[in-house]
Protein backbone atom coordinates (compact mmCIF):
# COMPACT_ATOMS: atom_id res chain seq x y z
CA UNK A 1 0.00 0.00 0.00
CA UNK A 2 1.10 3.63 -0.88
CA UNK A 3 -0.35 6.53 0.61
CA UNK A 4 -0.56 10.07 -0.18
CA UNK A 5 -1.20 12.67 2.60
CA UNK A 6 -2.26 16.24 1.44
CA UNK A 7 -4.13 19.26 1.88
CA UNK A 8 -2.20 20.75 4.71
CA UNK A 9 -1.12 24.74 4.92
CA UNK A 10 -0.88 27.50 6.70
CA UNK A 11 -4.32 29.08 8.55
CA UNK A 12 -4.84 31.13 11.62
CA UNK A 13 -5.69 30.08 14.48
CA UNK A 14 -9.56 29.45 14.84
CA UNK A 15 -9.48 28.14 11.21
CA UNK A 16 -9.86 24.74 9.52
CA UNK A 17 -8.26 22.26 7.37
CA UNK A 18 -9.14 19.00 5.90
CA UNK A 19 -6.47 16.37 5.35
CA UNK A 20 -7.05 13.66 2.68
CA UNK A 21 -4.74 10.52 2.60
CA UNK A 22 -4.89 8.76 -0.64
CA UNK A 23 -3.62 5.00 -1.02
CA UNK A 24 -3.01 2.61 -4.00
CA UNK A 25 -4.31 -1.12 -3.79
CA UNK A 26 -7.03 -3.14 -3.45
CA UNK A 27 -6.50 -3.80 0.18
CA UNK A 28 -7.29 -0.49 1.61
CA UNK A 29 -10.85 -1.04 2.46
CA UNK A 30 -9.50 -3.67 4.63
CA UNK A 31 -6.96 -1.98 6.91
CA UNK A 32 -7.64 0.28 10.02
CA UNK A 33 -5.97 3.79 9.44
CA UNK A 34 -4.20 6.49 11.64
CA UNK A 35 -3.44 10.04 11.67
CA UNK A 36 -0.12 10.88 13.58
CA UNK A 37 1.74 14.41 13.66
CA UNK A 38 5.23 15.90 14.79
CA UNK A 39 6.17 18.85 15.98
CA UNK A 40 9.47 20.20 15.93
CA UNK A 41 11.98 18.40 18.47
CA UNK A 42 8.99 16.02 19.19
CA UNK A 43 8.43 12.73 19.16
CA UNK A 44 5.61 11.04 16.56
CA UNK A 45 2.09 10.87 18.29
CA UNK A 46 -1.58 9.77 17.63
CA UNK A 47 -4.05 12.42 16.62
CA UNK A 48 -7.13 9.56 15.25
CA UNK A 49 -7.78 6.35 14.43
CA UNK A 50 -10.69 4.58 11.93
CA UNK A 51 -11.65 0.74 11.90
CA UNK A 52 -11.75 -0.87 8.27
CA UNK A 53 -15.24 -0.19 7.88
CA UNK A 54 -15.41 3.31 9.68
CA UNK A 55 -17.81 1.97 12.06
CA UNK A 56 -15.69 3.16 14.66
CA UNK A 57 -13.39 6.04 15.49
CA UNK A 58 -10.66 6.47 18.11
CA UNK A 59 -9.19 10.36 19.04
CA UNK A 60 -6.51 11.71 21.12
CA UNK A 61 -7.86 13.78 24.01
CA UNK A 62 -5.57 16.65 22.51
CA UNK A 63 -8.30 16.92 19.69
CA UNK A 64 -11.36 15.61 20.53
CA UNK A 65 -14.52 17.77 19.49
CA UNK A 66 -12.42 19.71 17.16
CA UNK A 67 -11.09 16.49 14.42
CA UNK A 68 -13.00 14.50 12.63
CA UNK A 69 -11.91 11.17 10.97
CA UNK A 70 -13.18 9.54 8.18
CA UNK A 71 -13.12 7.44 5.47
CA UNK A 72 -14.17 6.31 1.67
CA UNK A 73 -13.38 2.93 0.85
CA UNK A 74 -14.97 3.22 -2.95
CA UNK A 75 -12.38 6.30 -2.99
CA UNK A 76 -9.47 4.59 -1.23
CA UNK A 77 -8.97 7.66 1.00
CA UNK A 78 -9.03 8.90 4.15
CA UNK A 79 -9.39 12.09 5.82
CA UNK A 80 -9.57 14.25 8.75
CA UNK A 81 -11.44 17.30 9.26
CA UNK A 82 -9.96 19.73 11.73
CA UNK A 83 -11.69 22.66 12.91
CA UNK A 84 -10.90 25.15 15.91
CA UNK A 85 -7.17 24.94 15.06
CA UNK A 86 -4.30 25.93 17.51
CA UNK A 87 -1.29 27.07 17.47
CA UNK A 88 -0.01 23.97 19.07
CA UNK A 89 -1.80 21.61 16.25
CA UNK A 90 1.38 23.16 14.25
CA UNK A 91 3.00 19.78 13.44
CA UNK A 92 3.79 17.98 10.48
CA UNK A 93 0.69 15.21 9.77
CA UNK A 94 0.70 11.59 8.53
CA UNK A 95 -1.26 9.11 7.33
CA UNK A 96 -0.95 5.44 8.43
CA UNK A 97 -2.30 2.06 7.92
CA UNK A 98 -2.60 -1.25 9.85
CA UNK A 99 -3.39 -4.20 8.30
CA UNK A 100 -3.50 -6.33 11.67
CA UNK A 101 -6.11 -4.18 13.57
CA UNK A 102 -8.62 -5.40 14.78
CA UNK A 103 -8.29 -2.71 17.52
CA UNK A 104 -7.49 0.90 16.39
CA UNK A 105 -3.94 0.92 17.22
CA UNK A 106 -2.60 4.62 19.00
CA UNK A 107 1.35 3.33 18.67
CA UNK A 108 3.32 3.99 15.20
CA UNK A 109 5.16 0.93 15.92
CA UNK A 110 1.69 -0.66 14.84
CA UNK A 111 1.55 0.49 11.46
CA UNK A 112 3.41 -0.89 8.80
CA UNK A 113 2.90 2.00 5.94
CA UNK A 114 3.15 5.50 5.96
CA UNK A 115 2.18 8.43 3.88
CA UNK A 116 5.10 11.21 3.34
CA UNK A 117 3.52 14.01 5.71
CA UNK A 118 1.91 17.21 5.07
CA UNK A 119 2.71 20.28 6.75
CA UNK A 120 -0.28 21.86 9.24
CA UNK A 121 1.26 25.32 10.13
CA UNK A 122 -1.35 27.37 12.68
CA UNK A 123 -0.73 30.82 13.20
CA UNK A 124 -1.53 32.68 16.81
Known amino acids: VQLQASGGGLVQAGGSLRLSCAAS????????MGWFRQAPGKEREFVAGINWSGSSTYYADSVKGRFTISRDNAKNTVYLQMNSLKPEDTAVYYC??????????????????WGQGTLVTVSS
Open 25 to 32: GRTFSSYN
Open 96 to 113: AADPLGPRIATIPIRYDY
